[in-house]
Structures are given as structure tokens and as C-alpha cells.
């Protein structure tokens, strides 16, 4: 299994920038891609960008396009979220996650591995 560990979060206010870290150990290699979730309370847990392991291959919710960025470093078994323009309605617990699905993992479901997850909080 891999374990996730999330840093990063914080405060930051309206138009500001904050990039998340989400370190990776175990069996990494078992994994296809990686993503980044967030979840406001009272909220669904909702995709936010994905990464494929073997390539470059990025991809994200509309609602983030833009204006976040995902990016790994396989050596490192690291991947990151730069965050910028960010507005309070960004304001959520992030997870990163891993995924041996074979294609473009959007879903909850599709996501075996979880970190515990970093708050990100924007003020206006």
C-alpha cells in the first residue's frame, strides 16, 4: 500500500498563492496516478487536478483550470499543488491520493490511497 502525507496548507488571503506537498512511501511503483481532492464541510469530496506517474499527462476540474498546478517528482516520490489566484471559495481540506486506474482518475471511488489531508483556509 502507499501511504500519503499532505503539507503545505495554511492561510492566505484573496488573490495569494500556496503550493501543497504530498510526500509518498511504500509501494509507489504499484500506483498509476496521483490527484489532489478537496472538501469544504457539508461538501461532497471533489476532484481538483490529476497526474499520471509514467507521464506528463496532467488534468483538472474546470474550476481550477488556470490557475492550479499539478506536478510530481517521481524521484522524490513528491507531488505538488501550486495554488495561485486563490479566492475564498478554494477554502477546503486538500487530499492527495493514488490510483492504479488506467486512464484519468476523477473519482473518489477510483483512489485506493488517501493522506489525512491539509486545510487550506482564503480570506477575502
Known amino acids: 500500500q502507499v501511504q500519503l502525507v499532505e503539507s503545505g496548507g495554511g492561510l492566505v488571503q484573496a488573490g495569494g498563492s500556496l503550493r501543497l506537498s504530498c510526500a509518498a512511501s511504500?509501494?509507489?511503483?504499484?500506483?498509476?496516478?496521483a490527484g489532489w481532492f478537496r472538501q469544504a464541510p457539508g461538501k461532497e469530496r471533489e476532484f481538483v487536478a490529476g497526474?499520471?506517474?509514467?507521464?506528463?499527462?496532467?488534468y483538472y476540474a474546470d474550476s481550477v483550470k488556470g490557475r492550479f498546478t499539478i506536478s510530481r517528482d517521481n524521484a522524490k516520490n513528491t507531488v505538488y499543488l501550486q495554488m495561485n489566484s486563490l479566492n475564498p471559495e478554494d477554502t477546503a481540506v486538500y487530499y492527495c491520493?493514488?490510483?492504479?486506474?488506467?486512464?484519468?482518475?476523477?473519482?473518489?471511488?477510483?483512489?485506493?490511497?488517501w493522506g489525512q489531508g491539509t486545510q487550506v483556509t482564503v480570506s477575502s
Open positions: 491520493a493514488a490510483s492504479d486506474f488506467l486512464g484519468s482518475p476523477r473519482q473518489v471511488r477510483d483512489f485506493s490511497s
Open positions: 497526474i499520471w506517474r509514467s507521464v506528463d499527462n496532467t
Open positions: 511504500g509501494r509507489t511503483f504499484s500506483s498509476y496516478a
